[in-house]
């Protein structure tokens, strides 16, 4: 089971998402049966942001000074999922998802929950600094969205 505490510190994020926190348990409980822990206990925490303050986390964690989609901030160096575990953190901006403004509440969505999966397999571990780990990682992504997708429409 994969636990989800979701913060927000942008307003624009309640207007195309009223319960953030139902939104995502019900695309965690949508993954593929690899991805939903089963008989443990899997935690992380969403912050939904946007530009400005995630630009200033890019900067502080990984020295650019630039706003980005996704932050990502696995818990520890090394993938271990016991019967507890907490996996990391992960921050989206609203701003990025967002663009080109507005966007319909369908591609909005479905920009986000592949956003938040490419998000949930970097604390995993999943990395794209090499073109083979950039093409193992895209593989699971669509994998999990297409699951999530078939069970969420």
């Given at each position: ?7 927000s510190e942008e307003k624009a994020w309640s207007k195309k998402i009223v319960n953030k926190n139902l939104f995502f348990k019900n695309i965690c409980k949508a993954f593929p049966k ?120």
């Open positions: 089971m994969i636990n989800i505490s979701v913060f690899k991805y939903r822990f089963i008989k443990k206990t899997v935690s992380l925490t969403l912050l939904l942001s946007n530009n400005k303050n995630i630009k200033k986390l890019n900067k502080k964690f990984r020295n650019k000074n630039k706003s980005t989609d996704i932050l990502s901030f696995p818990f520890n160096s090394k993938i271990r999922i016991s019967k507890e575990s907490y996996i990391g953190d992960i921050i989206i901006s609203y701003n990025f998802i967002n663009k080109p403004r507005p966007l319909s509440y369908k591609i909005f969505k479905e920009r986000l929950i592949k956003t938040f999966i490419h998000g949930f397999l970097h604390l995993l571990h999943f990395d794209h600094i090499k073109d083979k780990d950039y093409i193992k990682m895209l593989k699971e992504e669509n994998r999990i969205f297409k699951s999530v997708i078939s069970k969420l429409n």
